[in-house]
């Protein structure tokens, strides 16, 4: 099979998506599509053996039963600019390839992120580590955004002062705050992508990073519809159950009636639809 050009994706080469308020991403590069995935899952047959059909309903199959050695086959390289707070929660996926900007190198660039007045937010009762919807009075937002900027300028007006008088720039970055803007290429395989994503696409993840995720998402979906669309499917909106919450399940089955001709009616392949059947049959065995 010769190397992938997917033409949607190609005009996405070099694009600058805008995230919050001076952040980027921009694809970089990618290599494979859903084709390669296939081409890895069936090794030994070239492109075209199969109908388009039966290539989704084998990544379907593969992500559904995590056989995920064949999503490792995509790779994306992506070139991102991201405030310092939000690269310490990303740097946190090991499985990627990382050269970030040099402040001991380079001098850093005076961009900061400030939230948008709609996104600062009270602290939420149930998510320790969340914001919730609740409003904050207007004062408060704008003191907020006052304090941030003015404390910004500080830092970065002292750092350029000590850059200026000849300091080594790995010490005058030192006091430079988290949400100073960084830049990084990042390349990474699909299967830990989509890791990256069902984590960083979740509600209780920071609203920021999801602000970045959620791009990341649409261009994957773009190099990869079908492998997107199986994610989605069967694990971004997919629910696992615990043991004793499926004890507590077991009763109320006794009485669901289901057969497998309304599951397809209801848009699930006759597989798909045999396999839901097994599991409630081994949840009410259980
Ligand atoms: C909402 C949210 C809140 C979080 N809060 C905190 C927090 O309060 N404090 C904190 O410290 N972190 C926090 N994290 C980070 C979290 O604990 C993980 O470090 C991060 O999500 C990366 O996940 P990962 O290790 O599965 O991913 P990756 O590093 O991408 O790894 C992918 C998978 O590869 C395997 N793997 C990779 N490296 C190794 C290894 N060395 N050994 C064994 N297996 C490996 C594991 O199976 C892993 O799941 C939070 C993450 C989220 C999404």
Not at 80 to 92: D, H, M, Y
Not at 243 to 268: F, Q, T
Request: include cysteine; charge should be neutral; proline fraction near 2%.
């Amino acid at each position: 099979m010769a190397h992938s050009h997917i033409q949607q994706a190609d005009e996405l080469l070099d694009k600058q998506f805008d995230v919050l308020d001076h952040g980027f991403v921009r694809l970089v590069d990618y290599m494979g599509s859903d084709a390669a995935i296939v081409q890895a899952a069936r090794v030994s047959y070239g492109e075209g053996t199969k109908k388009v059909s039966e290539d989704r309903a084998l990544i379907r199959y593969l992500m559904r039963n995590r056989h995920t050695s064949p999503f490792e086959m995509v790779e994306f390289k992506f070139h991102v600019r991201l405030p310092i707070f939000v690269a310490r929660q990303w740097i946190r996926h090991r499985t990627a390839n990382v050269n970030e900007y040099s402040g001991r190198y380079s001098v850093m660039k005076g961009e900061f992120y400030i939230p948008d007045d709609q996104d600062i937010r009270r602290q939420s009762d149930v998510n320790k580590q969340g914001r919730s919807d609740k409003e904050v009075p207007e004062a408060t937002r704008r003191r907020l955004v006052d304090y941030l900027s003015r404390s910004q300028k500080e830092a970065y007006d002292r750092y350029n002062e000590f850059i200026e008088a000849g300091l080594a720039r790995e010490l005058a970055r030192i006091s430079l705050p988290l949400s100073l803007y960084t830049e990084w290429y990042w390349k990474i395989d699909l299967h830990n992508l989509l890791h990256f994503l069902r984590l960083r696409l979740d509600s209780h993840a920071q609203l920021e990073i999801r602000r970045y995720a959620e791009v990341m998402a649409d261009i994957v979906r773009t190099v990869c519809p079908i492998a997107y669309e199986a994610f989605e499917d069967y694990s971004l909106k997919a629910l696992g159950f615990s043991g004793p919450e499926l004890a507590a399940l077991k009763d109320a089955l006794v009485d669901l009636k289901i057969d497998k001709e309304s599951l397809v009616s209801r848009g699930l392949s006759s597989r798909e639809a045999g396999e839901l059947l097994d599991k409630l049959e081994k949840i009410r065995r259980s």
